[in-house]
């Protein structure tokens, strides 16, 4: 493709950069020129560089370069996918060509200039140009490449600084500005204020006077509770203790000048440390433990029960074919089927009956020990009496219709009124087809790689049975799962002295913290969650096929024991019991009742910090490994086809247990993704890259909803924990005691709502925060890394300290250096002869500059954002002053004072 530039009629860019090329390097120590890519979305109207850089791979962005005399003709006649040889007239040239000399190349917001030694010497100079065209619109950059000792670089375009894409904060949207005061020390204009106990906390906001003439104000606690009513808008707590911590809701009805009523609801998050910054935290004992031992119970009468030697009455003694129904019995176990067995599990009797005897002494072993050891009571079945049942579907029982190939196996019940007890209901068993029977032949493990999973399937159904009728957790279906599976895991650990390998579902919560606990089929693909009894879930089609709602992994978080086995590290197995004997209907809010309400909030924000660090006993390594497997899978609809059609084409989504940020402020608060910040009772789980010389870690956190916790955490290389005292708003502050592992510590942010009260606005929130990084914290790390391998060195491609360093202390301190500054009465002193006389200004109003041997008019002016767009270029005026700009943003900005090929370069704060 060939373009002459002069035929474009849009908007054109031109930035020059005067390179010097160390005749002595090689192409892999090409000089690398960072892009001003902002300066390039700017211009052809991109909101993303990603999405710039898909237009560029397809061609919708063409990549050129000067081709023959003139500036008129380009041409993509390149090498390599975005660059150029040029020879030495600067014309573009072929790779192979005899007379190339320099060569430039655009590769991720960098370009990269090379040379060929055997057509250069000291002194050289090129000039060759290349450009970007987006429709008419182009950005062109001219090189001046001198071939000399040492590499640099000097460009007029503007530094490269991250976009920044503001997403709209609570108190964007209120018609009054937020205030509060800590003890008599500085107001500050924000919504959140962090104090110590015994401290005064003042809360208040400023109305628009000019705008509104009658305002009345009401404020209510987190619990609902009216604490202040009035004209007066402060509200005033004397002494603050924890109990103050939390959020409170301040109403305001305005009256405006026309009597027109607006009513506005604010809030105002609280934090009362009872200990100094950066105190130690540990969580032991922070909640107690509690248990439920069965053989005391009442209900159950567990202390009676003797091996039952009955079978009930439930299933004929014929089958459908009129031929009586097979029976092999165990101790406490009994197994049927019919005539028309699958031959999968043998041809013959003998092997059949082995088959079934194989079963019964695998179900007698476990169940044996879950009753015996454990404490657990048996089945309904065997507490009155008669042998517990597994019962092989589609053999030709009459029970059942389904045919013999049919596969599958769960719990089930069959309705029975029994005579000798007189008891009428559906006594639990275990419902299974012939392929996972088949597994418990002699000869499975010969025949079949499944042998294992199914056997132990078939023990998690009979689990099952034994909970089906214990009157508890009747709206937590996801827990007849997690549960289910935490107590097959905690025999098999106990009993074997081995801490087993979790189930490929265990990962679920681990690699999705941002899933709520109480959660059915998980992420669903409307962004939403599942409830916990699969609310939202289940849906068809007008001809009753089923639609697929989830995504494949996470629909089976809830057979994901995570929260059980954290929980019974917190608070002991008897936990696990206790929660079968005393919730009724939802898990999360009977523990709550017990704990009490702040005590709950504190075991969900233990539980997600401790998800971070892995912080959970002899289970670690079993728990980092699945999720490890799912490091990086991308998850999408699980079905979609003609039988089970998806009920949205969701876009593909990559699996990390970490979350990102980006800056979402002139002031650099950053924002999580809206995809997956936390639904309620979830985390993100945040790693952060911290200055290897620092010996504590500053990050503060700014709620954007209710009922929100944060903490810092950190791992050691030898495996030891460090948490740091939890907050509901402002500064983390984490003590590097040893140095963390990567040097990389995690924020974890949690919603700690633990009640499940809407099905529909509950579950499709997603809770939202803000991050600002203070003393020590540096960078947010690759949250592709597998940073829990704690005794690891994991490398993040994308992370230099040195660099990430000069960042942070332009974040940290940049503000307050320009307001120090400001205290004196001296100049701001340049190094080439322009001195600032103040860096502290309001937009529209002149800058003054004292110039030492310089004159005005040699000197150009270019001020620049953090967002790295120009704000201004000019030159100074002939008294030495530069006009600001009108209608500026507040915040820092950098002024560029270029005269005679030297620079000064200033920080100044726009108020």
Known sequence: MTVALDSLAGSKVTYNTDVVR??????????????????????????????????????????????????????TASYGNYGFWFTKSGYACSS?????????KYEDGYFYIDHNKANV???????????????????????????????????????????????????????????????????????????????KITMGAEIDSAKYINARYSWKNRLGKTVRSSKALDFVIESATTADAGYYTMSARLIDKDGNIKVTKCLYFVDVQTEEEGTDFSWEGRVPKFSHDWSSDAKYNYGVYTQPTKVLGDVASTDKNGKKVNRIDGKWWTCVWGSNLNTEC???????????????????????????????????????????????????????????????????????????????TNWPCVWASYYPFSRFRSDADSKWSDGDYQREAMVHEGIHAIFADLDACKKSSWFHEAGNTWLQSAMNTERDGVYGTPGFLDACPF??????????????????????TAQGVNMYTSDGRQICTW???????????????????????????????????????????????????????????????????????????????????????????????????VAPFKLTPYQTLKRNSEDY???????????????????????????????????????????LCYVTKDG???????????????????????????????????????????????????????????????????????????????????????LAEDAILGIEEVRNTNSSDEYIPGQNGVKLVNGLVKSGQPLKVYLDGVDASDVKVNMIGLSGIVADNATLQADGTYMLPKNLSRGLYFIKFIHNGKTDIFKVIIR
């Open 22 to 75: 160390n005749i002595d390097s090689n192409a892999e120590a090409a000089v690398n020129i960072r892009v001003s890519t902002n300066a390039i979305l700017e211009a052809f109207g991109y909101k993303s560089v990603e999405t710039f850089h898909e237009d560029l791979s397809s061609g919708d962005v063409k990549f050129l370069a000067k081709q023959g005399k003139g500036n008129a003709t380009y041409s």
């Open 96 to 104: 192979s060509s005899a007379n190339r000399c320099v060569a430039v």
């Open 121 to 199: 010497v000291v002194g050289d100079v090129f000039t060759v140009s290349e450009m970007f065209i987006h429709e008419a619109d182009t950005v062109l950059y001219s090189f001046n490449v001198t071939i000399g000792n040492e590499d640099s670089y000097n460009s007029n375009q503007p530094e490269y600084r991250e976009i920044i894409n503001h997403r709209q904060d609570i108190v964007d949207t209120w018609p009054v500005t937020p205030h509060v005061q800590q003890n008599n020390y500085d107001i500050l204009n924000q919504n959140y204020i962090q104090v110590r106990v015994g401290d």
């Open 346 to 424: 043998g041809t013959d009797t003998a092997t059949i009956n082995q088959c079934a005897r194989n079963m019964m002494k695998k179900y007698d072993d476990d169940f044996e020990y879950i009753r015996e050891n454990m404490g657990w009571p048996p089945d309904l079945r065997a507490r009155n009496g008669y042998k517990s049942l597994v019962y092989i579907f589609g053999s030709g029982l009459r029970n059942d219709s389904e045919s013999n190939i049919t596969q599958g196996g769960y719990q089930s019940a069959i309705w029975y009124s029994d005579p000798e007890t007189g008891i009428s």
């Open 511 to 532: 690699i999705a913290p941002f899933m709520p606990i109480e959660c059915y089929s998980g992420w669903l693909q409307d962004g939403s969650f599942g409830g916990p």
């Open 551 to 649: 995504r494949n992994l996470l629909g089976g978080t809830q057979y994901g024991n995570s929260f059980p086995i954290v929980l019974a590290e917190i608070c002991g197995k008897g936990s696990i019991p206790w929660i079968w004997r005393n919730c009724s209907d939802y898990v999360l809010k009977g523990i709550g009742n017990y704990l009490g309400d702040e005590v709950m909030r504190d075991l969900i924000m233990q539980y997600r910090a401790r998800q971070a660090t892995f912080d959970i006993g002899g289970w670690k390594s079993g728990y980092r490994s699945v999720t490890d497997s799912d490091m990086g899978v991308t998850i999408k609809a699980e079905y979609n086809n003609s039988t089970m059609p998806a009920w949205i084409d």
């Open 669 to 711: 608060w950053m924002a999580p993704d809206t995809l997956t910040n936390p639904g309620w009772s979830g985390a993100n789980i945040i790693p952060i890259h911290v200055d290897s010389k620092a010996n504590k870690v500053v990050v503060e956190f700014r709620p954007e909803d209710t009922e929100m916790r944060a903490q």
């Open 720 to 806: 030891k924990n460090y948490y740091s005292q939890p907050v509901h708003c402002g500064k983390m502050v984490l003590n590097l005691t040893e140095r963390p592992s990567n040097e990389v510590v995690f924020a974890v942010i949690c919603n700690t709502d633990y009640v499940f009260v809407d099905d529909e606005i509950q579950r499709k929130h997603h809770w939202d925060y803000r991050i600002r990084f203070g003393e020590g914290a540096l960078q947010v790390a690759d949250p592709y890394c597998r940073w829990y391998f704690n005794e690891r060195t994991i490398v993040d491609e994308n992370y230099d300290e040195a660099s990430a360093r000069i």
